[in-house]
């Protein structure tokens, strides 16, 4: 979610102007005129509903990314975040809440620890916070670690301040000597003159080491500079529906630890890096995209670490972008292959089933398939839904499923959808802003030999290749 602090605009979100291919795409609803009632579910046939679980009451704000770890989901929510059992999806339970306020809680976990981005200014860093005006030098933002080796009462055990705080983050394991050790690359941007701890320029991340054995001694070891140049220098209007965005940071980083490699996006530009140094990483190569993207929101490598597939949050995530006036490309995913270390790109791809007015709808997270030989990707796309997409073909990706609801009449009016959908060990796990958590089945041929990959950790921002995944035997009760 593209938020709107450091821009000094109000609220929380940019609010700006076995079955067949053929009866899957049959069933796509192409035209607005087919947009579902309010709350309505639409479903390729090659989909099944498992279970929706409301988010808790205890948790009043809306729900955001989520991580995986054996037998449990994790769950962000602005107001702090949530465990789930997964080990029989059809009967996915709630375990426990913990209510610590600080948006947006994109986070990851790694062993007994669990770590939350804070990307909103808070009067100190405990989960009793307030928020607080950022040109106050006395604000914290940054990441909190929690200990969560008992599922039923996490333990807070230390918080970390940032420059510019933590929008998103994401975890690098240490190797050989280093494993006992993981690094947390830290994701901001936007900063502003009047932000005391926010200076512009901002063209860097920052790089928590975490000792495992003393999670406690966390702290900033590097704040590297992507961007010596300034990066792209956008439009200079930036009203929407505008072109691209200036880099003043990257939103979001994805690391390949296997291959020692990272894609960024950055705002105005997709990038690739070596991060077989983890407090040294270098840009590789670069990409943009002045005339359809606005905003490099997140990045995929595939399986073979050979293509990336990064998204546009055109609008920031609260625009009505799924619709015949803005177009196929704009607000979509492009496919870019790595060839001989550059970044070439494509081809696109975007929903095709056009969103009502009311609904925010745009490309957002998701996470890959485990087809072998195949390129296959889950994504949420807000109110517009969850889409299956394989791109083996990247000139060429095609939809091969969805499930979606009509217009969210539980909330105001582009302020609700899937934020995140991941594929975990058979199923598909939806994390919907205000309706809680969706669990959702495949059944298609070209996908259910997936069915056989079983993994014991998922953070969608450190990907593993399907070889390096550990088995174990999950039912599908």
Known sequence: MFTPRRKGLSGRFLVVAGVAAAMVLSAVPAQAADIPAPGEIVMSPNVEHVT????????????????????????????????????????????????????????????????????????????SSTSQSASVKESWEGIRIFDISDKKNPKYVKAVETNCGSHTLTLLPGKGRDRDNVYVYISSYSPSASFPDCQPPHDKISIVKVPLRDPAAAAVVATPNLFPDGGNPGEPTQQYPYRTSATTGCHDITVFPEKNMAAGACMGEGILMDVSDPVNPKVTATARDDENFAFWHSATFNNAGTKVVFTDELGGGSAATCNEAIGPNRGANAYYDIEDGRLVFKGYFKISRHQADTENCVAHNGSLIPVKGKDIMVQAWYQGGISVVDFTDSTNPQEIAFFERGPDSTAPALSGGFWSAYYYNGYIYGSDFNLGLDVLKINDPRTNKANGVKVDILNAQTQASYREYGHSDHGDD
Do not use: E, W
């Not at 809306?62 to 769950?75: E, L, N, P, R, S």
């Not at 962000?76 to 029989?88: A, E, H, M, Q, T």
């Not at 790694?110 to 009067?123: I, M, P, T």
């Open 52 to 127: 929706n679980i409301p988010k808790p009451a205890t948790l009043t704000d809306i729900h955001t990314d989520m991580a995986f770890q054996g037998d449990y989901a994790y769950v962000g929510n602005y107001s702090g975040f949530s465990i789930y059992d997964v080990r029989k999806p059809k009967r996915t339970s709630l375990v426990s809440s913990v209510v610590c306020p600080g948006g947006q809680m994109d986070m990851a976990v790694y062993g007994n620890l669990l770590f939350g981005a804070v990307d909103s200014s808070r009067n100190n860093d405990s989960c």
